[in-house]
């Protein structure tokens, strides 16, 4: 009774007291929660929608279906495996030095590319757009998710790594950018991810760069590393 007369002079029923914590309206929370959710839903309902519009090459019936084994080539440009192995196969085969240091740190930008896009891709476990076609080459079980995009980041990283460090030439510079671009934007067409997939993938391929510069490994801990495998040459 003295709980209640109390309350009353506060200005507050007992039931609504039972919604006060700690000075905040846990049904002011509940609302705000909902209103972020539903805000949350909508983006994602837009995201879907306009990478449906912009499949034109996720299966035989779409209208630039012609186009679908270009894209496939330009998703294998830009696969990690050939890159992977190409970089591994120059590094045991180069005579320069500023080659080594050159092709260690691609290496080292390719494995952070691939760890960095394996762990977002597990936290987030978005799914594929609804219209995918899985015939990609090489996959393993990370790649039935999403988001981000692992060809985006991986073409924003080299993107920026062969644009920033080593290209003089403007023409060949172009290209580099260009055919980035063409990999990111063929994601979408294919059908392999969501548009924010691939913005935000290309993003982290950026940021990964920014950390690999950061990290950098100079040319003689990379001589020192492979030592074993340059120890004929002159360097």
């Known amino acids: 009774m003295a709980s209640y007369r109390k309350n009353a002079r506060n200005g507050l029923s007992p039931k609504k007291e039972t919604h006060k914590q700690n000075g905040v309206d846990t049904n002011e929370n509940s609302g705000n929660k909902v209103m972020k959710n539903s805000l949350w839903k909508k983006l994602v309902d837009i995201d879907e929608k306009c990478t449906a519009i912009c499949a034109v090459c996720a299966h035989e019936n779409s209208p630039l279906s012609l186009l679908r084994p270009v894209m496939k080539l330009i998703e294998v440009s830009c696969h990690g495996v050939p890159w992977l192995l190409v970089t591994t196969l120059f590094l045991l085969s180069v005579h320069k030095a500023h080659h080594v240091e050159m092709l260690v740190n691609l290496l080292y930008g390719l494995i952070l590319d691939l760890i960095v ?13 609804a219209h995918n076609k899985m015939d990609m080459f090489a996959t393993v079980s990370i790649d039935n ?15 920026c790594f062969f644009f920033m460090r080593y290209l003089t030439c403007p023409t060949k510079s172009l290209l580099v950018l260009t055919w980035s671009l063409i ?7 294919l059908g392999r991810h969501h548009i924010v997939d691939v913005v935000c993938g290309y993003g982290v391929g950026i940021a990964e760069y920014l950390l690999l510069v950061y990290l950098w490994v100079p040319v003689e801990t990379c001589l020192s ?11």
Do not use: D, N, Q
């Open 117 to 129: 896009i394996g762990i977002l891709k597990t936290v987030f476990r978005r799914s594929r757009p």
């Open 145 to 159: 998710y999403s988001f981000p995009s692992g060809h985006a980041s991986r073409a924003g990283m080299l993107a």
């Open 183 to 189: 990999v990111t934007a063929s994601r979408v067409a």
């Open 225 to 235: 590393w492979l030592e074993l495998y340059f120890s004929h040459f002159h360097l």
